[in-house]
């Protein structure tokens, strides 16, 4: 049995967003040195950048700095190409030992004091800060203004850093310090969730304090605190310029030892970086990924499949179509969709059995969700979230299902004695291929817009010959694979579509 998916049709509909600060990082500017060089584009807007952070000119926690050392090693040499790999110290190696006799006590090493939330969402903060730089510098060729600059600059105009992140103190620290641009980030929160595996839930805010404009000078920015709950949409272009950006990853319990293959301070790196990459996006689009404000949750609604599906009979006198021939199919396939990708915890995400049973009390009968084949009914959608207190809903349907089956000369060269002997009966129909589609929709409740919808496709073939008998649950399987790859399918372009918010 073979399984093959079909090609890509991408119909997405993406949400964007244009703000005063579009095209910020989009054009090139000047390269990492010492001195701005002139940019390809001579109405770029910004050469120099200045990243403001909670540690701007603060002392840093010796654990937290011994920790992001660490993690500078370990990246240090996870990028030579050296084969050599880091080892421990020739006078440590030797006092251990990797063997006990019988009897005696094995000696464990002393275990370190784990990092406590503050330390972890401090110590992610050096690692944001970091990969920002590292993005600024070799995607945009931008230069970023070293803290020891900024910091000189902050105090000789007398300033703090909060002061420095109002619009007013950011246009002075700008001039000081020859920046085209302010982005404040603010100290992280992290949350983490242990059960059947260990999440963790990293979250920013990201501020854009000025911005120099192709003029010379600076764009208006409206008040922090006021920007900071405000959404952006298709239909309002011009939305504040505080945004939130964030991250999950998970790790498994691990097989031949206690806790999680991963412990959460490596979790929790990992998700720096990616709020790093999530943050530069937005400011270069404008583009704000879903499911990033703190208390989005998200719900996934049943998904409907056909009861039957018809088949294209090849044979030697011709073909037929005919109609009904799987039926008894599972009319719910909403056990095939699996999302482990969206920047929420488990508790964050209702589940299909949830959601139906939300539908029932509303009234809402599943194919109701979908106003035609392959368009969702925004409205319905719009009121079924509401009453869920979901900030998004996800639909999907199997919108079609069909099979073909065809003889070959094999097939026709096989005896009835032949066929006995090999424990079968001959039959014509021995080559069979099923086809489904799935159809899927992301639509945010606040405004009903569809921010997101594309279709997964997949083909199923097999080229078993069995039994006349067995003919009916050999076809209804391979229905049931068709339909399961094919949500499959759409899965991997919504992971493509919330992959695209951190490139």
């Known amino acids: 049995m073979i ?6 049709n991408n119909c997405g509909i993406y949400s964007t967003i244009t703000l005063a600060l579009v095209g910020l990082l989009s054009i090139p500017a000047a390269a990492t040195t010492t001195q701005a060089q002139q940019s390809d584009d001579p109405d770029s807007p910004v050469r120099r950048l200045i990243i403001l ?22 990246l240090e040499h ?9 080892s421990m110290d020739p006078d440590q190696q030797k006092k251990q030992t990797t063997f006990s006799p019988p009897g005696k006590p094995v000696r ?10 503050t330390e972890i969402c401090e110590y992610c903060e050096l690692i944001q800060q970091y990969w ?44 000081a310090a020859h920046a085209d641009a302010v982005v404040g980030i603010s100290q992280p929160s992290v949350t983490i969730q242990e059960h059947v595996t260990r999440d963790v839930l990293l979250r920013d805010e990201i501020h854009l304090a000025a911005l120099r404009d192709a003029a010379g000078g600076f764009l208006p920015t409206p008040g922090h605190k006021a920007a900071a709950s405000r959404r952006t949409s298709k239909s309002r272009p011009k939305d504040g310029f505080t945004f939130t950006a964030a991250a999950v990853e998970q790790s498994y319990r691990a ?28 400011l270069a689009t404008g583009d704000i990924a879903p499911l990033m404000a703190e208390g989005d949750r998200i719900a996934i609604a049943p998904i409907p499949a056909p009861a039957t599906a018809d088949f294209l009979r090849y044979k030697p006198d011709g073909r037929s179509v005919q109609q009904g021939a799987v039926n008894n199919l599972p009319q719910d396939v909403s056990v095939y969709l699996r999302l482990n990708n969206l920047t929420v915890l488990s508790t964050g995400i209702v589940e299909p ?10 009234k809402i009968d599943v194919n109701q969700l979908w106003a035609r084949a392959k368009a969702p009914a925004t409205e319905t959608l719009v009121r079924l979230g509401r009453q869920l207190g979901v900030a998004y809903v996800l639909v999907a349907s199997i919108s079609d299902v069909e099979g073909a089956s065809a003889t070959d000369g094999v097939a026709n060269a096989v005896s009835t004695d032949a066929s006995a002997a090999l424990g079968r009966s001959p039959t014509s129909d021995w080559q069979r291929k099923t086809h489904a589609e799935a159809v899927g929709a992301l639509l945010r409740v606040s405004d009903g817009a569809i921010i997101w919808q594309d279709r997964g496709e997949a083909t199923i073939q097999s ?41």
């Open 255 to 282: 097989l031949l030892r206690t806790g999680y293959t991963t412990d959460c301070i490596t979790l929790a790196a990992s998700c720096a970086k990616s709020i790093a990459a999530t943050a530069l996006h937005t």
């Open 132 to 175: 920002m730089i590292q993005i600024l510098s070799k995607k945009y060729h931008i230069q970023v203004v070293p803290d020891d600059s900024v910091i000189e600059s902050i105090h000789k105009l007398g300033m703090t850093r909060s002061s420095a992140e109002t619009s007013e103190g950011a246009k002075r620290l700008c001039a």
């Open 78 to 86: 996870k990028n030579r190409k050296s084969a050599f790999r880091l």
């Open 353 to 362: 059995q949830t959601v139906e049973k939300q539908m029932k009390f509303l």
């Open 108 to 117: 464990r090493a002393a275990k370190s004091e784990e990092p406590t939330n």
């Open 463 to 503: 080229r078993q010959i069995v039994q006349e008998k067995d003919r009916a649950a050999e076809e209804k399987a391979l229905v049931l694979q068709a339909e399961k790859f094919a949500i499959i399918d759409l899965k991997r372009h919504l992971s493509d579509y919330f992959t695209q918010f951190q490139q």
């Open 53 to 74: 952070s909670n540690h701007t000119g603060a002392p840093i926690n010796s654990k937290v700095q011994g920790l992001y050392s660490q993690y500078l090693l370990q």
């Open 3 to 8: 399984c093959i998916p079909i090609g890509r």
